[in-house]
């Protein structure tokens, strides 16, 4: 029977049942988790306020590992021990990681037979994906916490140029936390969803991110609700931290100056760095205090020191947008993310740039777990209690059928929704002007083994010789699961769209059914379709022939004339019966024979242009 | 007379009124609707009705009009998960028939 909810007395709809989901920023200095809380969606602090999680861990000898600001406290005494931005090395190599060692003082286990980076602590060697976990639990025990019950599921926030392995690592650092991952959401675009730049129809936004230890600028352009990312650009080894290191640098060389002043460790430096930079967010000169030696830090002092950086990350912006093809008049937004924004000299230059002030009304170093947070949110179910079909992938491929009822997929099966792609088509004979648009769902090469969704048609295509018109089709499948179709002609930008729920309608049985059978028919499958495509090709040689033939026929003599329609018969009857090696070999057999008919049309054709035409008729026809 | 209810049911029964944070129980009834006839009504109770039939099972108090309890009596509620859907469903003895979708039954 159908299950029942229970109502509202009088009938009204009850409340759904909230579930327990949340976003989390895992960031490489700081990590977030961010959930609904009746009002909107708000990161969750600690038992003591603290919103932002040091992504630092530490192991120690028979303890369970401290994450957070704990941690971060011994970062100076127990520097082996002690693991911060564990993100940088995800999805790398030891091998590639050796180069770095001066800034990662750790102990790497020598040991490991996969090349892995892990690192040797008192509590044994820990890899990557492990740390990340340690610092994905605590944030999951803060939100279990303040939620009051288990989560459901995630949204976790990565770079959007992570790779692969990277993007496995996080999911797999999440598995290991208990987490469920709803999804892996991009940084960038979770800023913008935390903006609400999602419920604008279009748009182009800048997200300039600015973190603790990377640089990343995206370009994302907003069609329809869903963001697809233009461009992005960066520097995996810019931020905040170098900014405090090109501080702790100064100040070390200040104290060298007078002698007799020691030198205090490079991480106690950074604080006292960091602590400067932090004063110079709203005054124009801080102090730094070190036994009985003071160094003031002016603005301008700052301004020297990043000058550089700053200057990198507007050569980002700029790069990023050539990338993208689009001019600075074209962006509608930029959003600022990273504490490293709230400084005042980033802000300046990004505003100069772009000629309008970026969106700094959400806390810089929030707002991306904001984002995942509300997408969370909508994706377990709270924000649309009418829908409760999820799919976080397409579970089956779309495409559409071409010529040959052939499937040309265009969003392979489990792709992560919403997603948008595009392809483009072209017209299959002479004069073409409609196009009938096919899409169906399926993994199978041939229609009519796939499922057919829905049918539309794109009219009013201009007159032109096949392959000439340019038809870019889209396919869009939003966060429900939704498909838009569109069809557009490039030159003339007529356009032709339908909408279909591509799960309507399917249990999960019948789409492993129809896995299962594309596994088992992929080799037939894979025959059909070469055959179909031999066949199409050679239907369209022998037409150009017929019609060649139809105009032309008189330029043969009786044996070219007997030899061609040998070559054609031969082709003909290949074609129903043979393989696709032998239509094949047929068609270029045709070809051979009637490439002298070929030549001598063109000759004639050629004659007849210019016959009678005088030099200066010539020039104006083509002018 | 009676209605039973499953350990399961009764837990979210139990934990959507205190998410509602008022209300006495759940009633339980039918009303003439759907394909088949009849439909099972499922709602939050804050106000009796005169004639009310209260059942305690579990801890949790469910609500049966007296009209109603002849369709449904001997019914066991209970919670089930299929796929991503969740929710209630009754065990009817005397639902002869149900219609396709099982929003309604028959008697």
């Known amino acids: 029977m159908a299950l029942l909810q229970i109502q509202e007395p009088g009938g009204k709809q009850a409340k759904p049942l909230h579930r327990r989901a949340v976003g989390i920023d895992l960031g490489t200095t700081n990590s977030l988790v961010a959930a609904s809380c009746g009002t909107g969606v708000e990161t969750l602090p600690d038992s003591t306020g603290q919103h932002l999680l040091p992504s630092v861990v530490h192991y120690a000898k028979g303890k369970p590992p401290l994450v957070g600001g704990e941690a971060k406290a011994l970062l100076v005494d127990d520097p082996l021990n002690t693991i911060a931005s564990v993100k940088r090395l995800l999805g790398k190599s030891l091998s590639e990681l050796k180069a770095k060692q001066d800034y990662l003082p750790f102990e790497f286990d020598e040991a490991r037979a996969d090349g892995a980076p892990a690192i040797l602590t008192e509590a044994g060697s820990k890899d990557v994906v492990q740390i990340s976990a340690d610092i994905l639990g605590a944030l999951v025990a803060r939100a279990e916490a303040s939620l009051k019950g288990a989560l459901e599921g995630a949204v976790i926030t990565v770079p959007a140029y992570f790779n692969d392995a990277q993007r496995q690592q996080t999911k797999d650092a999440a598995q290991l936390a208990g987490l469920n991952v709803l999804r892996l959401l991009n940084e960038p675009t979770a800023a913008a969803v935390a903006y609400g730049l999602d419920s604008n129809d279009q748009g182009n936004v800048v997200v300039f991110d600015l973190g603790g230890g990377t640089f990343d600028v995206s370009l994302l352009s907003l069609k329809n609700g869903v963001f697809e990312v233009l461009a992005t650009g960066g520097d995996t080894s810019l931020g905040g931290d170098d900014i405090d290191h090109a501080i702790a640098e100064w100040i070390a060389a200040q104290l060298q100056e007078p002698a007799g002043v020691a030198v205090p460790s490079m991480a106690k430096l950074r604080q006292l760095a960091n602590a400067a930079k932090h004063e110079l967010s709203d005054k124009t000169q801080a102090t730094i205090l070190i036994n009985q030696f003071s160094a003031l830090l002016e603005e301008s002092t700052l301004k020297q020191l990043t000058a550089d950086m700053i200057r990198r990350t507007i050569t980002s912006c700029r790069r990023v947008l050539r990338d993208a093809g689009l001019t600075v008049a074209e962006i509608d937004n930029i959003v600022m993310v990273g504490g490293s924004t709230r400084m005042p000299l980033v802000r300046d230059a990004v505003a100069e740039f772009f000629g309008k002030a970026p969106l700094t009304d959400i806390d810089p170093d929030k707002v991306v777990a904001i984002g995942a947070g509300i997408q969370a949110d909508m994706l377990i179910g709270n924000k649309s209690p009418d829908s409760f079909l999820l799919l976080d992938v397409n579970p089956l491929s779309l495409g559409i059928e071409t010529m040959g009822e052939l499937v040309e997929k265009i969003i392979p099966r489990n792709t992560t929704i919403p997603v948008a792609k595009a392809q483009e088509f072209t017209t299959f004979k002479d004069g073409q002007t409609v196009m009938s648009l096919h899409v169906v769902q399926g993994e199978r090469e041939l229609v009519s083994d796939c499922r057919s969704l829905a049918r539309f048609e794109l009219r009013d295509i201009p007159s032109m010789v096949a392959g000439a018109a340019k038809i870019r089709v889209s396919f869009q499948v939003d966060a429900d699961g939704l498909l838009s179709v569109s069809a557009e002609e490039l030159s003339t930008g007529k356009k032709a769209e339908i909408q279909v729920k591509p799960s309507y309608g399917l249990e999960s049985s019948v789409i492993e059914e129809m896995l299962q059978d594309s596994q088992s028919h992929a080799k037939i499958d894979m025959e059909a379709r070469s055959i179909k495509e031999a066949q199409l090709e050679a239907t369209q040689l022998l037409d150009a022939i017929a019609n060649a033939l139809l105009v032309d026929g008189n330029l043969l003599s009786p044996e070219e004339a007997d030899s061609l329609a040998e070559s054609i018969k031969a082709l003909e009857t290949t074609m129903t019966t043979g393989s696709s090696v032998q239509i094949h070999a047929a068609t270029e057999e045709l070809n051979q024979v009637s490439s002298e008919f070929a030549a001598k049309r063109m000759d004639l054709h050629i004659a007849n242009a210019l016959r009678g035409e005088s030099i200066d008729a010539m020039e104006k026809s083509t002018d | ?107």
């Open chain 2, 1 to 107: 007379m009676a209605i039973s209810i499953s350990s399961t049911a009764a837990a979210h029964v139990a934990e959507q009124l205190a998410d509602r944070g008022h209300g006495i129980g759940i009633r339980v009834g039918v009303k003439t609707t759907g394909c088949s006839g009849m439909a099972y009504v499922l709602e939050f109770v804050d106000k009796l009705e005169v004639g009310d039939e209260i059942f305690e099972e579990q801890g949790v108090k469910i609500i049966v009009d007296p009209k109603s309890l002849v369709y449904i009596d001997g019914t066991e509620m209970d919670f089930v998960k299929h796929g991503v859907n969740e929710g209630f469903e009754f065990k009817n003895p005397n639902a002869k028939g149900e219609c396709g979708c099982g929003e309604s039954f028959s008697i």
